[in-house]
């Protein structure tokens, strides 16, 4: 099974800080990875699709990059309504592995 | 608009049974593929298992496999999970999830807690 590796588990940054993380798999997923933000107490929210597509009604502060194995999450000027949990997901087979999280916390 | 509308969890004793619902609304259910998810107590999440919109393609987790089984009514736009010899690492909010082709999960429900304790 493929395996997703968040970096780094928790981030502390300010309003308006420019925030990127990471997530790399096991092995080759090409471009089938997501990107989800949940908050406390709350079902996850689409952010990203196809490692760079920005779902529907998601802020352009959001973006994604990368393909193969290794792949980042920005958020370019960080709004108090993003700090949240991230989550990254495959979805190259059917066991649809979600990476463990990156929890943004405030500075 | 999209709904997901989960129900059925509760608590449960260890080996005992449960049946999860999803009721969904809003788009074209039988057209989609479905999943579900969970999240134990202050984890990250766990894809459980999926289903096809025919039902004819169907995948399970590891932890799960044997035990759990998805099943759906397009008829009724409902989803299901039948869940047996519930196990205290089976404790978690279980979530229906809508996969959009080439997209992954798009529309999520709101979640049912599962508590399987003695």
């Known amino acids: 099974d493929i395996q997703m590796t968040q970096s780094p588990s928790t981030l502390s940054a300010s309003v308006g800080d420019r925030v990127t993380i990471t997530c790399r798999a096991s092995?080759?997923?090409?471009?089938?990875l997501a990107w989800y933000q949940q908050k406390p107490g709350k079902a996850p929210n689409l952010l990203i699709y196809?490692?760079?597509s920005l779902e529907s009604g998601v802020p352009s502060r959001f973006s994604g990059s990368g393909s193969g194995t290794e792949f980042t999450l920005t958020i370019s000027s960080l709004q108090p309504d993003d700090f949240a949990t991230y989550y990254c997901q495959q979805y190259n087979t059917y066991s649809r592995a979600f990476g463990q999280g990156t929890k943004v916390e405030i500075k | 608009e999209v709904q997901l509308v989960e129900s059925g969890g509760g608590l449960v004793q260890p080996g005992g049974s449960l049946r999860l619902s999803c009721a969904a609304s809003g788009f074209t259910f039988s057209s989609y593929e479905m999943n579900w998810v969970r999240q134990a107590p202050g984890k990250g999440l766990e894809w459980v298992s999926y289903i096809s919109g025919t039902s004819r393609t169907i995948y399970y987790s590891d932890s799960v496999k044997g035990r759990f089984t998805i099943s759906r009514d397009n008829a009724k736009n409902s989803l299901y999970l039948q869940m047996n010899s519930l196990r205290a690492e089976d404790t978690a909010v279980y979530y229906c999830?809508?996969?959009?082709?080439?997209?992954?999960?798009?529309?999520w429900g709101q979640g049912t807690l599962v508590t399987v304790s003695s």
């Open positions: 092995q080759s997923i090409s471009s089938w």
């Open positions: 196809k490692a760079s």
């Open positions: 999830a809508r996969d959009r082709d080439g997209v992954t999960f798009d529309f």
